[in-house]
């Protein structure tokens, strides 16, 4: 294809979307047949010469692109089925992007709209092919409850909600997908306790969260860059007097010969936060053994008092702090504004990600958050992309925290990007090691472990180690709280 007619197009493309954004009743209706024409044109420029369209090139456009072109594809089937009786072209939308967007999320979808359609041969085998191929997705369960309901056919649908809420965990954005859906429908069946259960269970689970927290809550709620607190500890030797001879062996004075520069750098250990030697290698991890995080272990191996990381896993638990931080310090300070001002407009994910980029004020930290949190079906799939490149510090630290908040498990993900991704950063794989501890994984457990042997071992002048020893102890702590709940 002529690069010139793919960005003629990519230009045309960014226009058009601008120019519905505004769109409202009639006149978003009459687009509909629009931006059919206009999906399926893009896809044509998505397709290599074998006629198999090319994901990498949808990602390329989506991140160079103002407009939001991944959540108009995702949104757009919905919109075509709801509001412009486009069944069939709705059904083709979701086939051809599952291609390159997603394919779990365009597949659910189909089975809906098609249950909606009143197509009840076509919603079933949809829904069948969806349990087969993606049994382990929870929204795929979730929206086949979904059009079981829309069928009429409740105890499939009470199924398939009850198969979901067992995969998903306490306060994720899964979890609260299952509830906004099975609690209504028990009601609707005269079984409210049931109901009440499923709501006390999850705020049984809120309640230990917070106790978890007070455990490591700080009295600072805002941090310029949690890695700041990263900093290299000093290490202790015995001290030389200034009019000693020189250790080097010139036969000078310590204050004639190398004082200034042994000064210049340990002020360079303390201030730096990290260095070209805090790179690790995913083969030189070594294999720790088998996981073992019991009260003996932990009486011996304990989270440093003040850590970037130790700060980063409270707000994670409780992102409250932050959020009441920013209202109150808005108050009386000026700074940020003009990012605050380009977060509050931004209208795509691409634009957000850009301010993740260039280390945000931290006090525009929660509604940037808050924000790309809206826009996850389009977010997530970026940042777990950029996650495998080089990052600063801040945009880890945000990631991390953006992921926790939609609630749902990228442990297998982040198990990739840790073990072959180009980011070997220990700073970074240590932030990640903190994240996957939320999530239930065998394989992360024993990842945290031997990461955390290896960062105490290689680098026991700082805290690295801290990230994959919280990601441990909270879940242990979670496991704990699960079999008691049971």
Known sequence: MDNSDLNTFIKELDERLK???????????????????????????????????????FDDIAMDMDADVMGWIVELPFALSDYGGMVDEAVE??????????????????????????????????IARNLERFSDDAWIVIKAGQAYQTLKETDKALA?????YRMTSPLSYDREGVLERLVPLLRELGRDDEANALIENEEQAEKARKERYQRYQKKETTTPALADRQKPMPVTTRK???????????????????????????????????????IISADTVFDYGKPCIDDAFLRTNDVHEISGLRLLYSLI???????????????????????????????????????????????????????LVSYREQAVPRILQELKKPQNDSFVELSARILHRTGRNYSKELIDIITTGENRKAYAISV????????????????????????????????????????????????????SLH
């Open 19 to 57: 120019s519905y954004e505004g769109l409202k009743g009639d006149d978003y209706k009459e687009s509909l047949r629009d931006q059919y024409t206009l999906a399926k044109r893009f896809y044509g420029h998505l397709l290599k010469s074998d006629g198999v369209a090319d994901d990498k090139l």
């Open 160 to 164: 398939l909600y009850n198969q979901a």
């Open 432 to 483: 990640l090691c903190v994240l996957l501890g939320f999530y239930d994984n065998d394989e992360s457990e024993k990842l945290m472990w031997d990461y955390y042997h290896y960062m105490k071992r290689t680098y026991p002048n700082n805290t690295y180690s801290d990230g994959p020893l919280l990601g441990l102890i909270e879940m242990r702590d979670r496991k704990r709280e699960q079999a």
């Open 240 to 278: 030389i007097g200034r009019n000693e001879p020189c250790p080097c062996g010139s036969g000078k004075k310590y204050k004639k010969c190398c004082l200034k520069r042994d000064e210049e750098n340990a002020f360079a250990t303390i201030t730096s936060t990290k260095g070209d030697d805090d």
């Open 317 to 371: 638990l409780n992102p409250i702090v932050e959020e009441l931080a920013h209202k109150t310090v808005l108050g009386f300070l000026n700074r940020g504004r003009e990012e605050m001002d380009l977060i509050t407009n931004a209208t795509g994910v691409e634009t957000l990600l850009a301010i993740m980029r260039n280390n945000p004020d931290s006090i525009n930290h929660e509604p940037l958050m808050k924000k």
């Open 93 to 126: 939308i979701c086939t051809l992007f599952t291609e390159v967007h997603s394919p779990d999320n365009f597949f659910g979808d189909m089975a809906v709209i098609l249950a909606e359609a009143g197509r009840h041969e076509e919603a079933l085998e949809r």
